[in-house]
């Protein structure tokens, strides 16, 4: 009983979470020393940990509820979009309750879903403050006895801008987490045990990315599945929903995250006065500011000649470029679930169902699971108990089910 009202009362604080979120802003910088990276790297291999400290996990704004969980903020080794090493922050969860399933403790490495472009944004920061509004699902993954362990990925607290939705910086981050939940001593969890990856919207994204990077970039983790929820598999289709739209700002950190990766596109050169003061207000914006500054915007208005971003999505250098981030060109080795609604109105429902079918091709063990639950937001509250039950039954050795050929 106690138990299940923990879990109740995690669900019923995701929505005040999300509404304090908006109301209050960001939270505060931490201090700044913890994300300023040594320079040079110290040697060592992705995944090494390069410095950790003693942190919080507040599950609300208000920090009525506490994590019942060793906390540690963590920089780690991992590589960005090209290999070249980077350092990135994160969090490490463990349950202070002992372990009470087969075999080894768990872990689940969470890819967040979109926090913005600023240093503020970063979901280690977020956790401490309360302020992260993915924080239920993470704390329904501690009760359920797994540690957890949650980057920054690439930019965010750490120089550089973040590389949003970039498939590799985003899989390399949440794949290298793991292995320093592993290596950290100070965390006392497995350093070979079994682990899962899950995230959704931008994490659904990471994750569906991490899981097919797996089998070449980690082959020694044992992967024992990936949830992946809204996965926005194909960024030129998800660009087109984007503009426009009320969340037209995920479409602008995009932009900043592609300028990042691969300067020679130059993207600021294709716009406009107003388009240059967008583009550098948002590269400080996390989520919601962002949602509130630039609902509507339609980027014809942002560029030089008047097209529309999109428009030159068909050309090259931005064509090959985003073709980089598709998802769906590997296979992965591990069972997926991926849930998505056909009324999403974030991520469109089609492209996603493209990569569940285009992945069982590869023969990939996979379930697809299609809601009918009205918007992006209320569908990542939909998959909770889903996501929860899949993963358990993949920690408990169950055979993963399928549905392929039939969606």
């Known amino acids: 009983m106690r138990i299940f009202l923990r879990r109740a009362l995690c669900a019923a604080v995701a929505t005040v979470s999300v509404l304090a979120l908006a109301t209050l802003g960001p939270p505060a910088a931490s201090a700044a020393s913890f994300y ?72 689940v490495s969470y890819a967040a879903g979109t926090q913005g472009e600023g240093d503020d944004c970063a979901p280690s920061k977020a956790l401490a403050a309360g302020f992260e509004y993915e924080g239920p699902f993470i704390a329904g993954l501690l009760t359920r006895g797994y540690g957890v362990v949650v980057t920054d990925y690439e930019g965010l607290g750490t120089p550089g801008d973040h590389t949003y939705v970039n498939r590799a910086a985003e899989a390399h981050a949440v794949l290298d987490a793991i292995r320093a939940a592993q290596r950290l001593p100070e965390a006392g969890l497995p350093d070979d045990g079994p682990v899962a990856i899950a995230g959704y919207s931008q994490g659904g994204g990471a994750s569906a990315a991490a899981a097919e990077l797996q089998p070449s970039y980690a082959p020694e983790l044992k992967l024992k599945g990936a949830y992946a929820g809204a996965v926005p598999a194909d960024l030129a289709e998800v660009a087109k929903n984007l503009d426009g739209h009320y969340a037209f700002g995920f479409l602008a950190f995009a932009m900043v995250s592609m300028n990042y990766a691969y300067p020679e596109l130059n993207i600021p050169d294709l716009l406009n006065a107003r388009g240059k003061q967008l583009f550098e207000q948002v590269r400080t914006e996390c989520t ?91 569908t990542a509250l939909r998959a909770y108990p889903e996501a929860f039950a899949w993963l358990e039954a993949r920690f408990a050795g169950l055979p993963a089910p399928s549905n392929c050929g039939l969606f």
């Open 36 to 107: 300023d990276p040594p320079s040079p790297l110290p040697a060592g291999g992705n995944g090494d940990v390069i410095r950790h400290e003693a942190s919080t996990f507040y599950i609300d704004p208000v920090k009525l509820i506490k994590a019942d969980a060793v906390v540690r903020r963590i920089m780690y080794r991992s590589t960005d979009t090209h290999g070249a090493p980077i350092a990135v922050t994160g969090t490490v969860l463990t349950p202070r309750s002992a372990w009470s399933g087969a075999g080894a403790r768990p872990i």
């Open 288 to 378: 919601v500011e962002a949602i509130a500054a630039h609902a509507f915007t339609r980027s014809a208005g942002l560029t030089n000649d008047g097209r529309p971003v999109t428009g030159f999505l068909g050309e090259e250098p931005y064509r090959s470029r985003v073709a980089e981030q598709k998802i769906g060109t590997l296979k992965p080795s591990a069972p997926v679930l991926i849930v998505h609604s056909a009324l999403d109105d974030i991520v469109p429902y089609a492209q996603d169902r493209e990569l569940g079918r285009t992945w069982c091709g590869k023969g990939v063990q996979l379930r697809f699971s299609t809601t009918l639950v009205p918007t992006h937001a209320l």
